[in-house]
């Protein structure tokens, strides 16, 4: 009944809106105002008559107040605006993704902060993509790391090693984490959430490892999207004092306008471990089966702490040129789509950050263990040591792109930009003891030029300069270039790519390097310039699972970190060849997912790589349920040639070259269940199955050892709705 009278209610606005669009302007108010009263008045009648049971013209009839008569004509144009709202698309438009992204449930990218030009990216979905957690696995074919979940580590592949400028310090700990520049954005047509664990569930709690993933985005509006993240990795270790926990937490924003773009956000990253400088005896690795927590260390009571603050916006906005769109016969000029035709984008692009580390440690006087470790330097305590190193950047750029034809052109952009980087950079000095604390500062300027286009699906490049022209890094520069064909053979959906690219820069080394003072580390350097040319092709072709890369790098006055961990540089040239192969084959049920590096450095002394590293993955997959519940019963074996892997400096937190071990040729297997059970992926291992076999090598880094047998168990279950 409440229904019918709404219903009549609204028909009666209608109908005063009608009459009111039919007459003229002088009369329409007095008209709507007499039809709207008195509709109220025979509905306020009605619905009095209805709820008493009697007749319209009886004499019981109670009449409404105004006042209930406004809220009543107030819920009415609600209900109005509701239905009309539940009736009308929501749709996203925005020059910035075409029809075929736009439409999809959920789509992702990275902010380019240049020049505000989104790359897409594919998101990680199934079982095969989570299985494994650790990005040494998930990414590459192993790496150099300190064997606990969270810890510092380092891609086998050079090409793949990727370094914060403004701190080096935190390059190691990048993979766990993001920057401005690899943290995905969302778009998503209903809310989506992931929940993730991977761990030793049932192990000692000595050696328990836990990593936690909780995402949650969602749109507001077809445009507006937030997004939260939080992810832990850590574990107690494997040997005395190694606990870790390394934590992710950011929270980010974007929006996609006709002509206003804008991504932004806040990431919090911490670490802290237990430092312990790695075992003393290797042999009590290598022949024996000793509970790891027995295997005496060099660092009893030792620590790092590092942070990394940024709040982050690149925004942008289109301002397409009209007076240039062409005229038809009628004068009228072009109907053209979003971001069509020649247009100007404005953009800003800003960065605060705050990062900051701090070591200690207590080494008495007679704990030769200790001292050893750091060669018996001892510059500032001689039993204990507080190091911090702290920077602070603010950098902003502005930028212009211009389209000048459309699009997808051979030339559809040419862009300009210019920034300003302000960095305070603190590190003990040792006029401090005299003149106080205090930081340093640099004022960093530079320009930046780029160019792009592309020729329908077929083809695409574009290349961005940067040339330092104030500051610190004055006179640097860096030329980056990239060029894509892809083909669409009948039979293969996804098409074959060919990707090459290019990348020459000279840049003065970090302040860091050329500057040190701590309880353990001095150094007062000068270095010369840094030079790197690096060339790279990379074949893609999805339908047969299968991807190759070769990089090939020239390197000149690079720098390292010696047998003693003091930051040298190398004077000569030296070069770096990597191949990868990806490629999965299938026979039957029986799966072989393969990853196979090469590399090859022509000094070893300055750059150790492995000349193999494999890591693969064999498996019988079927269907339990179908449709439902599909399984993998199998192992995964990663594997390196023997070199001398870098050794690991706690009071620095960086990787230093040594030339005393080797480790390598030794195969680390697991065992597995890994499931897929509609949403959820979800797995069993049993890590190091093959432990003592066929020896007991199963270093990870020089005098670091990856984890013991142990079972371990992950989930990865995203909610969603259809």
Same mark, same amino acid.
């Given at each position: 009944?409440?229904?019918?009278?709404?219903?009549?209610?609204?028909?009666?606005?209608?109908?005063?809106?009608?009459?009111?669009?039919?007459?003229?302007?002088?009369?329409?108010?007095?008209?709507?105002?007499?039809?709207?009263?008195?509709?109220?008045?025979s509905?306020?009648?009605?619905?009095?008559?209805?709820?008493?049971?009697?007749?319209?013209?009886?004499?019981?009839?109670?009449?409404?107040?105004?006042?209930?008569?406004?809220?009543?004509?107030?819920?009415?144009?609600?209900?109005?605006?509701?239905?009309?709202?539940?009736?009308?698309?929501?749709?996203?438009?925005?020059?910035?993704?075409?029809? @075929?992204?736009k439409?999809?449930?959920?789509?992702?990218?990275?902010?380019?902060?240049?020049?505000?030009?989104?790359?897409?990216?594919?998101?990680?979905?199934?079982?095969?993509?989570?299985?494994?957690?650790?990005?040494?696995?998930?990414?590459?074919?192993?790496?150099?790391?300190?064997?606990?979940?969270?810890?510092?580590?380092?891609?086998?592949?050079?090409?793949?090693?990727?370094?914060?400028?403004?701190f080096?310090?935190?390059?190691?700990y990048?993979?766990?984490?993001?920057?401005?520049?690899?943290?995905?954005?969302?778009?998503?047509?209903?809310?989506?959430?992931?929940?993730?664990y991977?761990g030793?569930?049932?192990?000692?709690?000595?050696?328990?490892?836990?990593?936690?993933?909780i995402?949650? @985005?969602?749109?507001?509006?077809?445009?507006?999207?937030?997004?939260?993240?939080?992810?832990?990795?850590?574990?107690?270790?494997?040997?005395?004092?190694?606990?870790?926990?390394?934590?992710?937490?950011?929270?980010?924003?974007?929006?996609?306008?006709?002509?206003?773009?804008?991504?932004?956000?806040?990431?919090?990253?911490?670490?802290?471990?237990?430092?312990?400088?790695?075992?003393?005896?290797?042999?009590?690795?290598?022949?024996?089966?000793?509970?790891a927590?027995?295997?005496?260390?060099?660092?009893?009571?030792?620590?790092?702490?590092?942070?990394?603050?940024?709040?982050?916006?690149?925004?942008?906005?289109?301002?397409?040129?009209?007076?240039?769109?062409?005229?038809?016969?009628?004068?009228?000029?072009?109907?053209?789509g979003?971001?069509?035709?020649?247009m100007?984008?404005?953009?800003?692009?800003?960065?605060?950050?705050?990062?900051?580390?701090?070591? @200690?440690?207590?080494?008495?006087?007679?704990?030769?263990?200790?001292?050893?470790?750091?060669?018996?330097?001892?510059?500032?305590?001689? @039993?204990?040591?507080?190091?911090?190193?702290?920077v602070?950047?603010?950098?902003?750029?502005?930028?212009?792109?211009?389209?000048?034809?459309?699009?997808?052109?051979?030339?559809?952009?040419?862009?300009?930009?210019?920034?300003?980087?302000?960095?305070?950079?603190?590190?003990?000095?040792?006029?401090?003891f005299?003149?106080?604390?205090?930081?340093?500062?640099?004022?960093?300027?530079?320009?930046?030029?780029?160019?792009?286009?592309?020729?329908?699906?077929?083809?695409?490049?574009?290349?961005?300069?940067?040339y330092?022209?104030?500051?610190?890094?004055?006179?640097?520069?860096?030329?980056?270039?990239?060029?894509?064909?892809?083909?669409?053979?009948?039979?293969?959906?996804?098409?074959?790519?060919?990707?090459?690219?290019?990348?020459?820069?000279?840049?003065?080394?970090?302040?860091?390097?050329?500057?040190?003072?701590?309880?353990?580390?001095?150094?007062?350097?000068?270095?010369?310039?840094?030079?790197?040319?690096?060339?790279?092709?990379?074949?893609?072709?999805?339908?047969?699972?299968?991807?190759?890369?070769?990089?090939?790098?020239?390197?000149?006055?690079?720098?390292?970190?010696?047998?003693?961990?003091?930051?040298?540089?190398?004077?000569?040239?030296?070069?770096?060849?990597?191949?990868?192969?990806?490629?999965?084959?299938?026979?039957?049920?029986?799966?072989?997912?393969?990853k196979?590096?090469?590399?090859?450095?022509s000094?070893?002394?300055?750059?150790?790589?492995?000349?193999?590293?494999?890591?693969?993955?064999?498996?019988?997959?079927?269907?339990?349920?179908?449709?439902?519940?599909?399984?993998?019963?199998?192992?995964?074996?990663?594997f390196?040639?023997?070199?001398?892997?870098?050794?690991?400096?706690?009071?620095?937190?960086?990787?230093?070259?040594?030339?005393?071990?080797?480790?390598?040729?030794?195969?680390?297997?697991?065992?597995?269940?890994?499931?897929?059970?509609?949403?959820?992926?979800?797995?069993?291992?049993?890590?190091?199955?093959?432990?003592?076999?066929?020896?007991?090598?199963?270093?990870?880094?020089?005098?670091?050892?990856?984890?013991?047998?142990?079972?371990?168990?992950?989930?990865?279950?995203?909610?969603?709705?259809?």
């Open positions: 009944m409440f229904r019918k009278r709404i219903s009549l209610l609204l028909a009666l606005v209608l109908c005063a809106a009608g009459a009111y669009a039919q007459v003229p302007d002088s009369l329409a108010g007095k008209m709507a105002a007499d039809t709207m009263k008195a509709a109220m008045d509905l306020a009648m009605r619905m009095t008559a209805d709820s008493l049971g009697v007749a319209a013209d009886s004499s019981a009839i109670v009449a409404y107040t105004k006042k209930e008569l406004r809220r009543m004509h107030r819920d009415s144009i609600w209900a109005y605006k509701d239905s009309v709202l539940r009736n009308t698309p929501r749709l996203l438009h925005t020059y910035v993704f075409d029809d @075929t992204t439409f999809k449930r959920m789509f992702l990218w990275n902010a380019d902060t240049w020049f505000n030009k989104p790359v897409s990216i594919n998101p990680d979905t199934t079982y095969n993509d989570w299985i494994n957690e650790q990005p040494g696995q998930k990414y590459d074919a192993g790496a150099v790391s300190l064997g606990v979940s969270g810890s510092a580590m380092m891609y086998n592949n050079w090409f793949m090693r990727k370094g914060l400028e403004a080096p310090f935190f390059d190691y990048l993979p766990y984490s993001y920057t401005p520049e690899t943290l995905p954005f969302y778009n998503t047509k209903t809310p989506y959430t992931e929940l993730a991977w030793t569930l049932f192990a000692n709690k000595k050696m328990e490892e836990a990593n936690i993933r995402l949650h @985005t969602q749109n507001f509006t077809p445009s507006f999207n937030i997004n939260f993240l939080y992810q832990r990795f850590g574990s107690a270790g494997m040997l005395l004092n190694e606990k870790t926990d390394n934590r992710t937490l950011a929270f980010t924003g974007n929006y996609l306008g006709k002509r206003y773009v804008a991504q932004g956000g806040y990431i919090f990253n911490r670490i802290k471990r237990d430092e312990n400088g790695g075992i003393t005896d290797p042999s009590m690795v290598l022949d024996t089966l000793l509970d927590k027995v295997i005496p260390v060099a660092l009893k009571e030792a620590a790092n702490t590092l942070k990394r603050n940024t709040i982050f916006l690149t925004h942008s906005y289109g301002i397409p040129f009209k007076f240039l769109q062409k005229r038809d016969s009628l004068g009228r000029r072009d109907s053209l979003l971001g069509e035709g020649t100007a984008y404005i953009g800003h692009s800003a960065d605060a950050s705050f990062y900051s580390k701090k070591y @200690t440690d207590k080494i008495a006087l007679d704990d030769t263990l200790g001292r050893e470790l750091y060669h018996n330097r001892f510059y500032i305590n001689p @039993t204990e040591s507080a190091d911090s190193m702290r602070f950047k603010l950098e902003n750029r502005l930028f212009i792109n211009l389209q000048p034809w459309a699009k997808e052109a051979i030339v559809s952009n040419l862009s300009a930009g210019i920034g300003h980087q302000y960095l305070s950079l603190y590190g003990f000095r040792q006029d401090f005299l003149e106080g604390n205090s930081s340093s500062s640099q004022n960093n300027m530079y320009m930046y030029f780029g160019a792009g286009g592309k020729l329908k699906r077929y083809f695409s490049w574009d290349g961005i300069g940067v330092n022209f104030a500051g610190y890094y004055q006179n640097d520069f860096s030329i980056d270039g990239k060029v894509k064909f892809s083909s669409y053979p009948k039979g293969m959906k996804q098409g074959i790519h060919l990707t090459g690219a290019l990348h020459v820069s000279q840049r003065r080394p970090n302040y860091f390097f050329n500057n040190a003072y701590t309880n353990h580390y001095v150094w007062e350097n000068d270095f010369a310039k840094t030079t790197q040319t690096k060339v790279e092709a990379r074949l893609e072709i999805p339908d047969w699972q299968m991807e190759a890369f070769f990089g090939y790098s020239i390197l000149e006055n690079n720098t390292y970190f010696d047998s003693l961990s003091v930051v040298r540089q190398n004077p000569e040239t030296m070069n770096i060849l990597t191949a990868y192969l990806k490629k999965n084959l299938r026979l039957w049920k029986f799966h072989m997912d393969n196979v590096l090469f590399q090859m450095s000094d070893e002394d300055v750059v150790p790589l492995p000349d193999l590293a494999l890591d693969l993955r064999y498996y019988f997959q079927f269907e339990l349920v179908k449709n439902v519940l599909t399984a993998q019963l199998g192992a995964n074996a990663t390196t040639t023997e070199y001398y892997a870098p050794g690991y400096s706690p009071a620095l937190g960086v990787f230093y070259n040594q030339k005393r071990e080797k480790i390598g040729n030794n195969p680390y297997i697991d065992l597995f269940v890994n499931l897929q059970w509609k949403r959820a992926s979800i797995f069993v291992k049993y890590v190091n199955a093959a432990q003592g076999w066929p020896e007991g090598d199963y270093f990870s880094a020089f005098r670091y050892i990856r984890s013991q047998k142990a079972l371990k168990f992950g989930i990865h279950w995203p909610f969603y709705v259809k």
